[in-house]
């Protein structure tokens, strides 16, 4: 019991910069707490005595603002951060090195007894606010995004953002160097830019987007190479002009879409404030 309180302080100190001491960490870390209760709590509801098991879990709650279940299993060296409004399900499973910010919630979307709540293997991280509802593994590695409405399964390593939770790519999975560049050529072109993402901020819409920038690349190609032809053959039919791009029109279009994103979508598993 003692090796284990150790390891919890010290994951504290691993994951908080502002932690300073070890005093400091016993005495104002309710996110510590709330862990240390349902412990408590857990080992008494294991051995039927229920009744005791919530009461003990009701007294965190108070304590801590932080609802723990004592029927949920939780690993080693799990780190609440902040923790305010953390509510965590009776059938909800996390494994270790697992870091919660405050607002989440492990629920379920049913009444059925049997398991109905999210297991969040080795390594998981979820931002403030996040939601992660149902009976459903979330790999070990992987992030969920602020504010998040995840209700699927995620892959190990994968982040999940938006509403739904929509996975997003890693670096491995982006496009090469030149293609990118062909893309950011014909988006230039258009006068229009995939709200302004950049490879530190992958995300679904703007992989469509490309992928229809590389379209539009091939085609325009194509075109070129008609209209050369047609040239050598004495037609002036690519003489004629193309309809103009209102610049002006796409910078609405981009003011639109940026109002409508969530924090979640513009954010990377954001962790809580005062850092």
């Known amino acids: 019991m003692i090796k284990r309180m150790k390891e919890d302080i010290a994951s504290v100190f691993h994951r908080d910069p502002a932690a300073r001491s070890t005093l400091e960490v016993l005495f104002c870390y309710p996110g510590l707490h709330a862990i240390w209760l349902h412990r408590l709590a857990h080992w008494l509801w294991q051995r039927n005595a229920r009744l005791v098991a919530r009461m003990v879990s009701n007294f965190a709650r108070w304590a801590t603002g932080i609802e723990i279940h004592p029927g949920a ?60 509802l149902g009976p459903f593994i979330v790999g070990a590695g992987a992030k969920i995004g602020s504010n998040a409405v995840v209700t699927k399964a995620v892959p190990p390593g994968a982040t999940a953002v938006g509403i739904p939770g929509r996975i997003i790519l890693k670096e491995a999975d982006r496009s090469a160097d030149d293609q ?41 190609g194509r075109l070129e190479g008609m209209c050369s032809a047609l040239s050598e053959l004495g037609s002036d039919y690519c003489a004629k002009d193309l309809p103009a791009l209102d610049a002006d029109d796409f910078e609405l279009l981009k003011t639109d879409v940026a109002a409508t994103k969530t924090p979640a979508e513009s954010t990377d598993a954001d962790q809580g404030a005062g850092r």
């Open 180 to 220: 990118c560049a062909k893309r950011q050529a014909m988006a230039e072109k258009l006068g229009f830019d995939a709200y302004g993402v950049t490879r530190d901020m992958p995300d679904p819409v703007a992989r469509a987007i490309g992928q229809m920038l590389d379209h539009l690349h091939a085609v325009d």
């Open 73 to 132: 299993r939780l690993g080693r060296r799990f780190f609440i951060d902040h923790g305010m409004g953390v509510v965590i399900g009776e059938t909800a499973e996390i494994g270790d090195d697992v870091t919660l910010y405050q607002g989440v919630t492990l629920g379920g979307t049913s009444w059925d007894k049997g398991k109905r709540h999210p297991t969040l293997e080795d390594g998981v991280v979820v931002g403030a606010g996040a939601k992660v």
